[in-house]
C-alpha cells in the first residue's frame, strides 16, 4: 500500500491500515504521529472518534513516547472550538494512561482542571454555543473510568451548579446519560452526605422531568402544529387513505408556488400516491422553494415516470445528489451499471460527501420494507470507499446478509475503527 492509499484509508479508518503498519511500521510512522495530533474521523458525532484506531497502530511501535509526546502537546495547544479535536486527543491519551503511562494521565487531568478553572471564572453564560462547557463535560466522560473518577466528575460540576447562576439544568446531560445509570446507587448515596453531588443530581433529574411532561403535552395532541417534515412523517405512519387524498388535493389545487411548496411538503415523508408528473413539473419550477421540495417528494416514489425523469437528466450530464436518489428509488437491474458508473465518477473526484450521501440511497434498497431490487454490486465500493464507518457498517451487515463478506474483508475488518463491525468480524470468523 503506497503511503497516499495508507492516508486515504486511514481516513475512512479501515482495517487494512493497522494490518499495514504492523508489517511495514516505519514506512507509515509519520502518518501515525500525524494521526495522534487531531480527530480523523469523517463525522465524529455519528461515528465517534477513532482514538481506539489510533492507538492499536501506535501499540505496534516499541517507543511509544514519541506519539504519547505529539497527543499531549496537541492537547496542551487546544483550545475550545466546537471541533471534535479534544475528545479524540483525550481518548487516545486514555487509553495509554489505562495502560500504566502517568504523563498520558497527568496531560488529560491538566486539561480538566484548565477548563473546570474557566468555568468557575466565567461570569455570565455566552449567547453562542458554549464550547467551554461542552469541552468540560466531555473531558468528564473520558476521565470517569471507575466510581471514584464518576464521583470526583458528578461534584465538580454540581459545584458549578451551586456556584455559578449561568448555569441551566441538563448542562450535563450527556454526561449524566452515559454514566448516570452505571453509577446510579453509588450517586444516590453520595448524594446523602454530599451536597455537590445532591445538587447535580437534582439539576438533571429536573431537566429529564421537564422533558417527559414536554413528551406528554406533544402526545396529548399528536397533529399539534405539524408542518412540514413532521407532517409527512405523522402522514406516512397513522393516516388512512382518505386522509392522505385531502392533502394532494390540498397540494393539486394550490397554484401560487410558495404555496404549494408548503402543501407539497406533506410528502416529503410520505410517499405522493398519485400521478407523479404534477410532482416532476414541480421539480423544474423557477421558484427554488418549490423545485427543492419537489425533488424531496419525488425521492419516495417508484414510479415510471420518475425513473425516465431521473435517466433524461443522467443523460443531460446532471450528476447531483437529488437525481441519484431518484435512480436509486426507480432502480432495476438494467440500471446497475449507470449507478456503478456514477459512484466511481463520485470517487475519482474525491467527493467524499457525495460518495456518503450517495451511500445513504444506495442503502434504503435493502431496508427491510424496500421494494427496490437490491443493487448488491455496489456494496464493495461503499464498504471501501464512504468515508464514514458508521455507514460502512451498514455495507458490512448487507455483504453479510448477502454472503459477501470474504475471509480477507473479514481479517482486516478486525481492526475497523468501528466497534460494531470488529463484533461482526469476530462472531463470523468465530463461525
Given amino acids: 500500500m503506497t503511503k497516499k492509499d495508507f492516508k486515504a484509508s486511514m481516513l475512512?479508518?479501515?482495517?487494512?491500515c493497522v494490518k499495514a503498519v504492523r508489517q511495514q511500521p516505519e514506512k507509515y510512522r509519520d502518518i501515525v504521529l500525524w494521526a495522534c495530533t487531531r480527530d480523523?474521523?469523517?463525522?465524529?458525532?455519528?461515528?465517534?472518534?477513532?482514538?481506539?484506531?489510533v492507538y492499536t497502530m501506535v501499540n505496534t511501535y516499541a517507543d511509544k513516547k514519541p506519539f504519547i509526546n505529539a497527543a499531549a502537546e496537541a492537547l496542551k495547544k487546544y483550545r475550545p472550538n466546537g471541533g471534535w479535536d479534544l475528545l479524540h486527543l483525550s481518548e487516545?491519551?486514555?487509553f495509554f494512561a489505562l495502560d500504566g503511562d502517568e504523563f498520558a494521565r497527568q496531560a488529560v487531568e491538566e486539561k480538566y482542571n484548565e477548563l473546570l478553572i474557566a468555568m468557575r471564572n466565567r461570569k455570565r453564560r455566552p449567547n453562542r454555543v458554549f464550547h467551554t462547557l461542552s469541552d468540560l463535560e466531555q473531558l468528564g466522560l473520558v476521565l470517569t473510568v471507575d466510581r471514584a473518577s464518576f464521583l470526583r466528575v458528578a461534584e465538580d460540576f454540581g459545584r458549578l451548579y451551586q456556584e455559578k447562576q449561568y448555569m441551566q439544568d441538563g448542562d450535563f446531560a450527556w454526561f449524566f446519560a452515559s454514566k448516570g445509570d452505571q453509577y446510579k446507587k453509588t450517586m444516590e448515596r453520595a448524594a446523602q452526605k454530599n451536597e455537590n453531588i445532591a445538587c447535580f443530581l437534582q439539576r438533571e433529574q429536573a431537566s429529564i422531568a421537564a422533558m417527559e411532561a414536554n413528551w406528554e403535552r406533544r402526545k396529548a395532541n399528536p397533529q399539534e402544529k405539524l408542518t412540514g417534515v413532521r407532517l409527512s412523517r405523522w402522514l406516512a405512519k397513522k393516516a388512512d387513505k382518505e386522509m392522505i387524498e385531502r392533502y394532494v388535493l390540498a397540494?393539486?389545487?394550490?397554484?401560487?408556488?410558495?404555496?404549494?411548496?408548503?402543501?407539497?411538503?406533506?410528502?416529503?415523508?410520505?410517499?405522493?400516491?398519485d400521478d407523479p408528473q404534477p410532482v416532476i413539473e414541480d421539480a423544474q419550477s423557477a421558484c427554488e422553494k418549490l423545485r427543492n421540495t419537489a425533488w424531496e417528494a419525488l425521492e419516495n416514489v417508484r414510479h415510471p415516470a420518475v425513473r425516465t425523469f431521473a435517466l433524461t437528466n443522467a443523460a443531460k450530464g446532471i450528476c447531483t445528489p437529488e437525481n441519484f436518489a431518484l435512480l436509486v428509488t426507480?432502480?432495476?437491474p438494467e440500471d446497475g451499471k449507470l449507478l456503478e458508473d456514477l459512484l466511481c465518477e463520485l470517487i475519482a473526484a474525491?467527493?467524499?460527501?457525495?460518495?456518503?450521501?450517495?451511500?445513504?440511497d444506495i442503502f434504503r434498497a435493502f431496508y427491510e420494507d424496500s421494494q427496490i431490487p437490491?443493487?448488491?454490486?455496489l456494496l464493495l465500493f461503499l464498504y471501501t470507499y464512504d468515508p464514514c464507518s458508521f455507514c460502512r457498517e451498514s455495507a458490512v451487515q448487507y455483504m453479510s446478509k448477502h454472503r459477501m463478506l470474504t475471509k480477507e474483508i473479514l481479517e482486516e475488518c478486525l481492526y475497523d475503527s468501528n466497534d460494531d463491525i470488529r463484533r461482526i468480524a469476530k462472531k463470523r470468523l468465530n463461525k
Fill in 374 to 377: 437490491h443493487p448488491k454490486h
Fill in 251 to 273: 397540494y393539486r389545487e394550490q397554484t401560487q408556488p410558495e404555496l404549494r411548496a408548503d402543501a407539497l411538503a406533506a410528502f416529503v415523508s410520505c410517499p405522493y400516491p
Fill in 12 to 16: 475512512r479508518g479501515l482495517g487494512r
Fill in 92 to 94: 487516545l491519551l486514555m
Fill in 40 to 53: 480523523i474521523a469523517y463525522d465524529a458525532q455519528c461515528e465517534g472518534t477513532r482514538s481506539w484506531y
Fill in 350 to 360: 474525491r467527493d467524499w460527501d457525495g460518495v456518503h450521501a450517495a451511500g445513504m
Fill in 330 to 332: 426507480n432502480y432495476i
